[in-house]
């Protein structure tokens, strides 16, 4: 593989994953396509916008004729699948294109590494398709069992990966990773929201009793799992990448005052979200038996992240004004104009 394509680089862990391709490749010629919707930002690469290696296209993975352009133009030989709607509050709000780009978008995309025969094909999913795991950690043969319209989305994409690769011998690989934290992460989820408004005194929504349970993972170390999955891992499998830290959310938030120096009491227990999950947890010992592992602690992880966001003040300021203030309102707004209604005694 010596050009490969990046589809959602400009996101969170997409544009993480470029800079680790760049790192540890100097061979390789990355194009990004990103349709550069409200999560995604050229920001997020400008340190490696003069690279030479790079190449960046705005256009949307739905479009086919796009797709097969870029395919051709670009000799792509490998596509690393990170382009999605990936929020689920907004799914609950507006599922359509939730359907379009997770399910749609990577059906267009399967069909142009089938017809172009490429080398690798790799999904990069989520732990939420498994639903909510009661005990225990969820290995890669459990059911899928998704309980959001996004998760509905990432699964049915699962799916139609896995059913290209046993039907039309598409190259293809799937990564389920856990709940990714660390630099360029949108300030619509949990950690970076909760740094972003701490920072300006602002109260911190908390769905129910924030007893749930997630497993955060470090960007960096996700993309080290994708980029050992892309190379080393057995065609037509799935991989869990968890991160081995289960915290319930409201440590977490607790954990993010205490590296601010700010109280407690900016906590706001808001009624909860529908069908929220209330635990996740992948068993990650597939991947790990392949030479992955885990570089950081949550703890220093945290602090790293929590410090990026106090030294790049510009990036999400600019982020939480226009639309992210009306979304904002239309989720949190009547939530936090009646406090304590979602906290479960």
């Given at each position: ?10 996101g ?7 800079r680790?391709?760049f790192?540890?490749?100097?061979q390789?010629?990355?194009v ?6 409200y999560a ?20 949307d993975?739905c ?7 870029v ?9 690393v699948?990170?382009?999605?709607e990936?929020?689920v ?8 294109s939730f ?5 749609y978008?990577t ?6 590494a ?5 080398e690798?094909f ?15 950690s ?11 319209p ?9 799916m139609?990966?896995?059913a290209y690769?046993?039907s ?5 690989f ?6 990714t ?20 005194d ?6 129910g ?7 955060w ?19 037509g ?13 409201l ?7 205490k590296?601010?120096s ?6 706001r227990?808001v009624?909860?979200r ?5 635990r996740?947890s ?24 929590v ?20 979304y ?6 009547q939530?936090?104009?009646n ?7």
């Open positions: 593989m010596k050009h490969l394509l990046v589809t959602g680089g400009a969170f862990i997409g544009s993480n994953f470029v680790c391709i790192g540890k490749y100097p390789y010629q990355v990004v396509l990103d349709k550069l919707t995604g930002n050229l920001e997020n690469l400008k340190d490696v916008a003069t690279n030479p290696r790079y190449t960046f296209v705005h256009g993975i479009d086919a004729a796009l797709v097969d352009k395919m051709q133009e670009y000799g792509i030989d490998a596509i699948n990170f382009a999605a990936t929020h509050d907004r799914s609950l709000l507006e599922p359509a359907l379009m780009t997770d399910v978008g059906y267009v995309l399967l069909e142009a089938r017809r172009f025969e490429i690798r790799l999904q990069v999913s989520t732990d939420e398709v498994y639903g909510h795991i009661e005990q225990g969820v290995k890669e043969d459990a059911p899928l069992s998704p309980r959001s996004y998760s509905a989305s990432k699964a049915g994409a699962d139609m990966v896995q690769y046993i039309h011998d598409v190259p293809t799937i990564t389920r990773g856990s709940n934290f660390g630099p360029y992460h949108h300030p619509e989820k949990l950690i970076p929201l909760c740094i972003t408004n701490a920072l300006d602002l109260p911190l929504p908390i769905y009793d924030g007893r749930q349970v997630r497993d993972l470090y960007v960096e170390d996700h993309c080290f799992g994708i980029d050992v999955v892309l190379h080393q891992g057995k065609v499998e799935v991989y869990n990448l968890g991160g081995g830290n289960e915290r319930y959310n440590e977490v938030v607790q954990a993010i005052l590296l601010l700010k109280p407690d009491a900016l906590i227990h009624a909860d529908p069908g929220h999950d209330r996740y992948l068993d990650s010992t597939k991947l790990i038996s392949l030479g992955w592992q885990r570089t950081q602690s949550f703890e220093k992880a945290l602090a790293q992240t410090q990026w966001y106090r030294n790049n003040e510009a990036w999400w300021r600019k982020i939480k004004g226009g639309e992210f203030s009306q904002y309102q239309k989720q949190y707004g939530r936090l104009a406090p304590g209604s979602g906290q479960i005694q």
